[in-house]
C-alpha cells in the first residue's frame, strides 16, 4: 500500500465530504476515553494519554489529553500546585473556536516555557503536549 493510498484511507474514515454534505469529522469517539502513545523526540520513552472532552474550567491531571470545547465560552485549564518531574498532558481545540473564545492554561505557580506567566491559546485548531521538567524551566512543549 502506497502512502497516498494510506492517507487517502485515513481521511475517509475521519471526514464525510459531498455535494450535499460538507466536509466534517467524525469527533463520536473522543468522548471515549482511550489510550494512545506518543513518542518524544528523540524517540526515548512514550507518553501514554487518556482522551477526555471538556466543556468547563478544568483542573489538568496527569496523563490526559484535553480536547476543549470552547464554542460556548472561554474555558482556563489549572495545572496542580503539587507536581512532579514528567507530569504531561496536552490539549486539543475540540470545536476549532480558540481565536473566539481562548483556552488558558493557569500556571498555578508553576514557570511555563520558561515564563511566570498564564498560557493563553488564541489558535483554531491548535494542538500540543506539555510535560513538567523542573522548577527552573517548568513545563515544555514537548509535541
Not at 47 to 59: E, M, P, Q, W
Request: proline share 3%.
Amino acid at each position: 500500500m502506497s502512502i497516498f493510498s494510506y492517507i487517502k484511507g485515513t481521511l475517509s474514515s475521519l471526514f464525510s465530504i459531498g455535494k450535499d454534505n460538507p466536509a466534517t469529522i467524525d469527533a463520536s469517539g473522543l468522548t471515549t476515553p482511550r489510550t494512545h502513545t506518543l513518542p518524544d523526540k528523540s524517540g526515548t520513552f512514550a507518553l501514554d494519554l487518556i482522551d477526555v472532552t471538556v466543556a468547563t474550567n478544568t483542573t489538568v491531571e496527569n496523563g490526559k489529553r484535553y480536547w476543549v470545547n470552547t464554542a460556548g465560552g472561554a474555558i482556563t485549564l489549572t495545572i496542580p500546585a503539587s507536581v512532579t518531574a514528567g507530569f504531561a498532558f496536552a490539549v486539543g481545540d475540540y470545536s476549532r473556536t480558540f481565536a473566539t473564545n481562548n483556552c488558558t492554561i493557569a500556571r498555578n505557580g508553576h514557570k511555563i516555557e520558561n515564563l511566570a506567566e498564564d498560557l493563553t491559546i488564541k489558535t483554531n485548531g491548535l494542538f500540543f503536549t506539555m510535560s513538567y521538567q523542573n522548577a527552573t524551566v517548568g513545563f515544555k512543549r514537548i509535541a
